[in-house]
Structure formats: structure tokens, C-alpha cells
Nanobody, 124 residues
């Protein structure tokens, strides 16, 4: 299983960005996928997750109402639409996947497959 994130960059506060995660897996539709982020000196945070059907999602309180996760099983891809970005959103964003049921880490999911990460920098 191979994951590649794209779409990071430098934006100003209030702007939007859309991250994409291309997943190479023979049965992508059976994978739960999540976006994590890690800022310098901070713990990794699970910001959004989506189950294998796409019908159930999770958002961290810090991004709820601003970020939207979606998946296209036909294209083996997951996106993260990020609106109204703030400097606190600055981090390396990672896409992660795990085979099976559940929505996110709170459901006991352990993400075995990770992308290389993409930098998102929001200036004030």
C-alpha cells in the first residue's frame, strides 16, 4: 500500500487549501483513511478521518466546521478541504490508511500505512 499526498503550500490566514491523497491498494474501498498533522514541538494530531464507505467521518474539535474529508473509491483517493485557515493550522499533514471497519483511532484503528507528508504553512 502506497500513499502520496499533494496540495500543500504557503497561504495566508483565511485562505483555503485542498490536500489530496492518492492510495495505491488493491482493495482501497475496504480501507479507512485519516489525515494527521504534526507541528514542530507538538504531538501528532488526528484531524479528520473517514470510514471505508465514506458515510462516517470524524473531525478534531480544532478543525470542525472548517475542514471536510471526502473519498472517491473509484479513484482511490481521499481529499481534505481546508477553509478559513489560521496560523495554528501550520504543520506537516500526513495521510494514513488501515484496512477494515471503524472510523478513527478512537475506534481502535491503527494506521499501518502512511504517506510522506506535505507541508502546510499559514501566514498571519
Amino acid at each position: 500500500v502506497h500513499l502520496v499526498e499533494t496540495g500543500g503550500g504557503l497561504v495566508q490566514a483565511g485562505d483555503s487549501l485542498r490536500l489530496s491523497c492518492a492510495v495505491s491498494a488493491p482493495t482501497f474501498s475496504r480501507y479507512a483513511v485519516a489525515w494527521f498533522r504534526q507541528a514542530p514541538g507538538k504531538e501528532r494530531e488526528e484531524v479528520a478521518a473517514i470510514n471505508w464507505t465514506g458515510q462516517s467521518t470524524y473531525y478534531a474539535d480544532s478543525v470542525k466546521g472548517r475542514f471536510t474529508i471526502a473519498r472517491d473509491n473509484a479513484k482511490s483517493a481521499v481529499s481534505l478541504q481546508m477553509n478559513n485557515l489560521t496560523p495554528e493550522d501550520t504543520a506537516v499533514y500526513y495521510c494514513a490508511a488501515t484496512y477494515g471497519l471503524g472510523i478513527n483511532s478512537a475506534d481502535g484503528l491503527v494506521y499501518e500505512h502512511w504517506g510522506q507528508g506535505t507541508q502546510v504553512t499559514v501566514s498571519s
